[in-house]
């Protein structure tokens, strides 16, 4: 069986920085949703665009050094995983929307979860202004504002998933992988 890698099938024309761009666009189509769906949709093809930019990142940049010969990507996503747990928590959401059923648990995200405010005029006014910009309103039939936003809990800690994201974003940007080396999954707990 012939196999064709991204570089092949896309004519090399693009490298892990495209990919940090996609997964950038990504977000912010997520963040300019006002559906909860489309939202959904958005955050998980962001994951797995954050997912795929360890690959590439593995696959061009560091599979050919002596230090990484003979190791795959798992052991770079067990370097990232040590050093970043919002880039890994990512990573499992990918994971676990790619599959219906995972041999292997996810190692730091516990929940995805949209949370709603019925009727905003209940809250107080600083924690309106807050959340508006952690989601996005709609107002009901009967004039009521709902507040969505969508929230990760991940090492046991619940967050407004666009400030992971955001966090995670950055890490991926200011990356220096000389200080990248090979993890085995056995230095890795959950």
Known sequence: MNT????????GRFDEQFIIEKACRELERAKKCSDIFEMYDHIINFSISVSMIADWIFHLKLAYKDIWKNKNETFFTNWIRLQNPEVAALI????ECKHAHR???????ENLNIKIIFDVSKTLQSEYELLINKGFSKTTDTGNVMLFFPTITY???????????DQAM????DLNLDSAFPVNNKLISC
């Open 92 to 95: 499992d959401i990918s994971n």
């Open 155 to 165: 090492a046991r800690n619940e967050v407004f998933f666009f400030d992971l994201a």
């Open 103 to 109: 041999k292997h648990p996810s190692f730091f995200v």
């Open 170 to 173: 950055a890490w991926w940007k």
């Open 4 to 11: 064709i890698s991204a570089q092949k099938l896309l004519n």
